[in-house]
């Protein structure tokens, strides 16, 4: 079974960082394109990063540019996501997915999901 196992989550205040990881799917998977998304509390599921392999990164959230950065380890297949600055608005379950080929901007277009990791930020 293909996995992605997301960690780092957790609880900080307003200002503060957390650096969230996503190991896998393994090493046959290792040139698909991996993405960051979230979603909050009755709001749908939306996509904050994604990384090629070649680690062209994007940023689809106008609010993260600039305190989010994403991140890949090919070698570990793991992608990483650094949020710094947290404010409670981006207190979210955190989700990394994949998939082969390039950019995909939401979640219909991603094969394999983790389990999700809860961030909360507060005020």
């Known amino acids: 079974q293909v996995q992605l196992v997301e960690s780092g989550g957790g609880l900080v205040q307003t200002g503060g960082s957390l650096r969230l990881s996503c190991a896998g799917p393994g090493r046959a998977f290792s040139t698909y394109y991996k993405a960051w998304f979230r979603q909050a509390p009755g709001k749908e599921r939306e996509f904050v990063a994604g990384?090629?392999?070649?680690?062209?990164?994007?940023y689809d959230v106008d609010s993260v540019k600039g305190r989010f950065t994403i991140s890949r380890d090919n070698a570990k297949n793991t992608v990483y996501l650094q949020m710094n600055s947290l404010k409670p608005e981006d207190t979210a379950v955190y989700y990394c997915?994949?998939?082969?080929?390039?950019?995909?901007?939401?979640?219909?277009?991603?094969?394999?999901w983790g389990q999700g990791t809860q961030v909360t930020v507060s005020s």
């Open positions: 990384i090629s392999w070649s680690h062209t990164s994007t």
């Open positions: 997915a994949a998939k082969p080929g390039g950019l995909g901007r939401t979640d219909r277009d991603y094969d394999y």
